[in-house]
């Protein structure tokens, strides 16, 4: 079956098979072949070379430690996760987790790219949310003083077209 | 051993790493302790490793660990004896130490007199004038526009404008030349009165590269004040210490002694008992040292100094606030090896090291190194404090030993479900000006501005998350893909909607 996960804003996709015991994997054209049993930590063997990876799953989101370095992939729809689909910037989402000091728009205003829309604070650090572009306030999902995780939706925009 | 203590219990005044190591202390010595916990931290690490925990109100800082009526309410609750703050919080108020003393408990801490000395910026530098201790060259005084700008002509440039009342860099302004004078002088103003309600500006030489090097202190109650020797410190992001180490590279026998003699005098300038720090800034064309502040408490990065002395700091904090006497003179004193902390930060080291939350999903510590860790695995980093979340440190014969060591235990530490800087650290490590010890305090921001994560995937990560993917359910299921984001709106994180 085919697998895609999006990586620090970069798609992967690749083709997995199970047969018995052993893993295929087709990666960029390449095909990799390893033993596998889903174990902590995860052994695989790649051309004789034994790694091992310690893991941890969230939801679709997958934490792994391999040679000192700590990745995390997010599990993502195949066809539609090159961000192309509507939405993009217009849905302005929390870069941390934190707490919503100030809202400082409602739906139905129209504001200009770079306007302050909400304070966020975490840790003593407030960041500042922006208009991304001219537009009109389309949803504020959040109030202040609500505490928000990283990447919960906070303001949708809706496109000034001018009118 | 608790019986000749004047207390035998000891309520820990904070959270985190350090709430869990005073613990540790308080165990070897036979005394009691108790925590204090806010509704945020309920279940947390510290709140566990003690013999009993208080709730002292809510999430909120100034409504629980900053809260000096809730903390003396649960030293009385618990019948604790003293009170020993850590470090942040309410360690360097003196208002709580006083408060703490009056209600007839033990301050695990220097006198309030020593604390207010050091903690009002301007007449720590009068008095440390007195005392002999340098600091930089400067001007206080009438501080009309034409009386600055005559002391700016005599300093000359760089200085620094600064709030005579001030801290954290706020109504601060670095003027490059005599041009840019009145500006700064206007724009410090403004910011000073308006954070301090207090507009006095003084100028100070401003020191472009330097590095910053601090001595640990130790008296007791008796007139014994000895120094521990020193912490090189000059590796720091967002004016924030992440990699501690001792004996600093850049020290010799001879600049050593002088700035542990300083750091004495200054501390005995004020009457200092119990552990503290005082800091320097050091000129590393000139060797010339100028005292910064001095820090009326634990410090963080104490752990190289115990390791290379083989000196308790917390037990004998504890020790001499019962009224012991120190056993060991300065002589007896010396630095074995060298040892190197590195603080791990739940943060986005490549998104401007903005604070991160999460839950901490699996966690393995490193072997033979120390860790002081506030976290364990299964528990929540929320935001609402520092996200210092542990420790490690190291202790080897030489630095070059230690420093492998460190790289070697940064690559072993599993800390997975919560973003962190140890990927960061290690890339900090590996430089090759780091491993020369030569760096003053804005090398990191210089050399690491814009510093990624490689952002290559290797083929095996993507096969083994794909064949974590693989579950009985799972295939079963690979019709309707149950995690996509795009079936369940805003946040796809299991456990989003918590809060």
Redesign the interface.
């Known amino acids: 079956?085919k697998?895609t996960?999006e990586?620090?804003?970069?798609v992967?996709t690749?083709e997995?098979q199970?047969m018995g015991e052993v893993?295929r994997?087709v990666?960029?054209g390449?095909v990799?072949e390893?033993p596998?049993e889903?174990g902590q930590p995860?052994i695989?063997n790649?051309n004789g070379q034994p790694?091992k990876?310690?893991?941890?799953?969230?939801?679709?989101?997958?934490?792994?430690?391999?040679?000192?370095?700590?990745?995390?992939?997010?599990?993502?729809?195949g066809g539609?996760a090159g961000g192309q689909?509507a939405g993009g910037e217009r849905?302005l989402?929390a870069?941390?987790?934190?707490?919503v000091r100030k809202v400082l728009v409602q739906p139905g205003d129209e504001v200009a790219a770079g306007a302050v829309l909400l304070l966020l604070e975490?840790?003593k650090?407030e960041?500042r949310i922006l208009a991304s572009q001219d537009a009109i306030v389309a949803v504020v999902?959040v109030t202040e003083g609500q505490?928000v995780?990283?990447?919960?939706?906070l303001v949708e925009l809706e496109p000034d077209d001018g009118g | 051993m608790a019986d000749k203590f004047p207390f035998n219990k000891v309520l820990i005044a904070n959270r985190g790493e350090i709430a869990v190591r005073i613990a540790a202390a308080c165990k070897k010595l036979g005394l009691a302790s108790v925590a204090v916990y806010s509704e945020a931290d309920a279940g947390a690490l510290h709140t566990q490793v003690v013999d009993e925990a208080v709730l002292i109100g809510p999430a909120a800082a100034r409504e629980s660990y900053l809260n000096i009526a809730a903390v003396l309410g649960a030293a009385k609750e618990s019948g604790a004896g003293a009170v020993h703050p850590g470090y942040g919080f309410l360690a360097e108020n003196a208002e709580f130490a006083q408060a703490v003393m009056d209600a007839g408990l033990v301050w695990v801490g220097p006198p309030p007199a020593a604390m207010r000395a050091m903690g009002d910026k301007a007449k720590a530098r009068e008095l440390m004038l007195q005392a002999g201790v340098p600091v930089l060259p400067g001007y206080q005084g009438d501080d009309s526009v034409a009386k600055l700008k005559a002391a700016a002509g005599k300093l000359g440039y760089p200085l620094l404008v600064k709030a005579a009342a001030g801290g954290g860099g706020v109504g601060q302004r670095v003027v490059l030349a005599a041009a840019e004078l009145d500006e700064a002088i206007a724009a410090a103003r403004r910011e000073a009165a308006s954070a301090f309600g207090d507009e006095r500006l003084v100028l100070e030489k401003y020191l472009a590269m330097a590095r910053h090097v601090e001595v640990q202190v130790l008296g007791d109650q008796h007139g014994t004040l000895l120094h521990l020797f020193e912490r090189e410190c000059s590796l720091q992001r967002r004016r924030q210490k992440v990699v501690e180490e001792t004996p600093s590279p850049l020290l010799d026998d001879e600049l050593r002694s002088a700035m542990c003699a300083a750091a004495t005098a200054a501390a005995a300038a004020v009457d200092y008992t119990n552990a503290g720090t005082v800091e320097f800034l050091v000129d590393p064309a000139t060797r010339e040292f100028y005292f910064l502040e001095m820090n009326t408490r634990l410090q963080v990065e104490h752990p190289v100094t115990e390791l290379t002395t083989g000196v308790d700091i917390v037990e004998w904090q504890l020790r001499v606030a019962a009224g012991e006497r120190l056993p060991f003179a300065q002589n007896d004193l010396t630095q074995r090896g060298h040892a190197m902390e590195c603080r791990i930060y739940a943060e986005?080291s490549a998104?401007n090291f903005?604070?991160?939350?999460?839950?901490v999903?699996?966690l393995?510590w490193p072997s033979s190194v120390r860790i002081d860790a506030g976290i364990a695995e299964g528990q929540r980093v929320g935001?609402?404090?520092?996200?210092m979340l542990a420790k490690l440190s190291v202790h080897a014969a030489d630095r070059r030993q230690a420093l492998a060591a460190m790289r070697a235990a940064?690559?072993?530490t599993?800390?997975?479900?919560v973003?962190?800087n140890?990927?960061f650290l290690?890339a900090v490590l590996a430089d090759t000006a780091v491993a020369a010890g030569d760096f003053d305090t804005q090398f990191i921001e210089r050399t690491f501005a814009g510093w990624?994560?490689e952002?290559g995937?290797?083929?095996?990560?993507?096969?083994?998350?794909?064949?974590?993917?693989?579950q009985p359910a799972m295939?079963a299921e690979?019709g309707a893909?149950p995690?996509?984001?795009?079936a369940s709106g805003?946040?796809?994180?299991?456990?989003?909607g918590e809060?």
Request: proline fraction near 5%.
């Open positions: 079956m697998f996960f990586h620090s804003g970069q992967h690749l997995l199970m893993l994997a990666v960029n390449q990799h390893t596998f889903r995860l695989l790649l790694v990876v310690a893991w941890a799953k969230d939801g679709g989101d997958t934490w792994l430690h391999v040679n000192g370095r700590t990745y995390m992939l997010r599990r993502t729809a539609r689909a849905s989402r870069p941390m987790p934190g707490q975490a840790m650090m960041v999902a505490s995780d990283k990447e919960q939706l | 986005d998104a903005l604070p991160q939350a999460g839950k999903l699996r393995q935001v609402y404090y520092d996200p940064l690559a072993d599993v800390l997975l479900g973003v962190n140890i990927d290690q990624q994560a952002s995937l290797p083929a095996e990560i993507l096969l083994a998350a794909a064949a974590l993917e693989l295939i690979q893909d995690y996509s984001p795009w805003s946040g796809f994180r299991m456990g989003g809060r």
